[in-house]
């Protein structure tokens, strides 16, 4: 077959073409800081890349529900240290108020009125709220799970439902404490203490102190097991964001150019397209067309 200077210079043509596109391709890789611009580029990295991606949002799904376990955890145990510091201090007013040197007046005015103000205290601190939703009540998070009817009587108004937030695919962990198991206990020991000591009743003022300290013992173990639930989020925090740069990292990896290598094999294709194009008017000396391409 006759080779014609026009199949030639086809040829050349269609040579310069696929270098200016190899060019092209790696200018965008540059300039965006990718291996790949599209999946059918790499087929193998890009289905290693889509499946760290999927890790990553699953990591981060977990993590925002860590934080939330972490955050309300964290409100729960500052109420149980206000809850112990309140029942510290009624024990140590009932314990004086057995005091057989103490008159009816001091019991009715003073202690009482104190036991009164941490009783009201203590109310609040069962209702507390984290972001707008009360803690203690149970799936209903949205009124308070503690009232008083009656200046003697305290409710519970919550349910016994237990929340849970996922922390890996296998670890679940309960946030919530129950108040009536946690704090009802304690705030009818100390209406009963209140109303003992305005009636100057020692026998159920002493029944009221035994009431106020197994509360607090009661208190005291929930809060350990709040401490204890802490901690599990806590490392399972840790081990989140350890996963999530790991993972971050293999990403980098499989999808990151390494900017020097790109320059270099850019130049590279460069010089090679400028060599191809000089052989191409040497060997075709009489068209102008390469001279119009430099």
Do not use: C
Request: glycine share 6%; net charge negative.
């Amino acid at each position: 077959m006759r080779i014609t200077n026009k199949m030639m210079s086809d040829h050349a043509v269609r040579h310069l073409s696929e270098n200016m596109e190899q060019i092209a391709r790696m200018q965008e890789r540059i300039a965006s800081g990718k291996q790949f611009s599209a999946p059918s580029e790499d087929p193998v990295g890009a289905s290693h890349s889509l499946s760290l991606r999927s890790g990553l949002r699953t990591l981060e799904a977990f993590k925002t529900s860590t934080q939330q376990a972490n955050d309300w955890l964290t409100a729960t145990e500052s109420a149980f240290q206000q809850m112990e510091d309140l029942a510290t201090r009624a024990v140590t007013l009932v314990t004086r108020g057995l005091n057989d040197t103490l008159g009816a007046g001091e019991r009715a005015t003073s202690l009482a009125t104190e036991v009164d103000g941490i009783l009201a205290h203590a109310m609040d601190t069962a209702n507390s709220t984290h972001n707008g939703q009360f803690l203690f009540g149970g799936f209903k998070v949205q009124s308070p799970p503690f009232s008083m009817p009656a200046s003697s009587t305290v409710v519970y108004q919550g349910d016994g439902g237990v929340m849970l937030r996922s922390l890996s695919p296998a670890q679940n962990v309960p946030i919530n404490v129950l108040g009536d198991q946690a704090f009802l206990p304690f705030l009818e020991a100390l209406v009963q203490a209140r109303d003992a000591l305005q009636a100057n009743d020692p026998a159920t003022l002493r029944t009221a102190l035994n009431g106020l300290q197994s509360a607090l013992t009661t208190m005291n173990q929930h809060r350990t097991s709040v401490g204890a639930r802490l901690r599990q989020v806590q490392v399972a925090s840790d081990y989140l964001s350890k996963t999530e740069i790991e993972t971050q990292s293999l990403l980098s990896k499989k999808e990151d150019l390494n900017l020097a290598e790109g320059i270099s094999q850019l130049r590279g294709r460069e010089n090679a397209y400028q060599a191809a194009l000089e052989v191409s008017q040497r060997a075709i000396s009489a068209m102008g067309l390469f001279d119009y391409l430099r």
